[in-house]
């Protein structure tokens, strides 16, 4: 029997494909064998998948304390936390219930003492942790918020350049 030429060329066509399918397959396969991590545990760098595991070690995350929010009351803890097992330096509870006592009458009826509270954020405190110390005793006496009490009688540039600006540059702590 002979074959025409239609017939060679619908033969040579069906094995183009079926061996292009062929291939796809193969190397999708291995595709799914590389990011499963099969072939890395075939050297031994990788344990192979779905056998027991023991952990010899519990590891520790430490989360950062965010710098840049001194006036939160859980400020200290979190930066006490994350230098563990160091200590740092606090501001004493007496003084800081001092600070606040300062910072609570520098409100007045008529005239305000902002230079208080520019001696206290510039010139007083140290770092950031002491911040902290203060707007904790604050709370603690006085039951309101010291940057709410603050802002209630500090316009925006008054707070700007006595509380924001110098607490921004102080250091986070010190050790």
Same mark, same amino acid.
């Given at each position: 029997?002979?074959?025409?030429? *239609?017939?060679?060329?619908?033969?040579?066509? +069906?094995?183009?494909?079926? +061996?292009?399918?062929?291939?796809?397959? /193969?190397? !999708?396969?291995?595709?799914?064998? /590389? !990011? #499963?991590?099969?072939?890395?545990?075939? @050297?031994?760098?990788?344990?192979?998948? %779905?056998?027991? #595991?023991?952990? *010899?070690?519990?590891? *520790?995350?430490?989360?950062?304390?965010?710098? @840049?929010?001194? $006036? @939160?009351?859980? &400020?200290?803890?979190?930066?006490?936390?994350?230098?563990?097992?160091?200590?740092?330096?606090?501001?004493?509870?007496?003084?800081? /219930?001092?600070?606040?006592?300062?910072?609570?009458?520098?409100?007045?009826?008529?005239?305000?003492?902002?230079?208080?509270?520019? %001696?206290?954020?510039?010139? /007083?405190?140290?770092?950031? !942790?002491?911040?902290?110390?203060? +707007?904790?005793? $604050? &709370?603690?006496?006085?039951?309101?918020?010291?940057?709410?009490?603050?802002?209630?009688?500090?316009?925006?540039?008054?707070?700007?350049?006595?509380?924001?600006?110098?607490?921004?540059?102080?250091? %986070?702590?010190? !050790?």
């Amino acid at each position: 029997m002979k074959l025409s030429k *239609t017939t060679w060329w619908m033969i040579g066509g +069906s094995v183009l494909a079926v +061996s292009g399918i062929g291939l796809y397959l /193969i190397l !999708s396969k291995k595709k799914k064998v /590389i !990011s #499963q991590g099969s072939i890395a545990s075939a @050297n031994g760098i990788f344990p192979r998948d %779905n056998t027991p #595991q023991s952990v *010899t070690q519990k590891a *520790t995350v430490k989360e950062e304390p965010n710098w @840049n929010k001194p $006036f @939160n009351y859980g &400020y200290i803890d979190d930066v006490k936390a994350w230098v563990a097992p160091r200590t740092i330096k606090q501001l004493p509870r007496v003084k800081a /219930i001092a600070l606040a006592k300062r910072l609570k009458q520098a409100k007045g009826t008529f005239n305000d003492d902002e230079k208080a509270v520019g %001696n206290v954020f510039g010139k /007083i405190l140290r770092d950031k !942790s002491q911040v902290c110390s203060v +707007s904790r005793a $604050f &709370y603690d006496v006085y039951k309101t918020d010291l940057w709410q009490h603050l802002d209630s009688f500090l316009n925006v540039k008054e707070m700007q350049t006595l509380v924001t600006n110098p607490v921004r540059k102080l250091p %986070n702590y010190q !050790s």
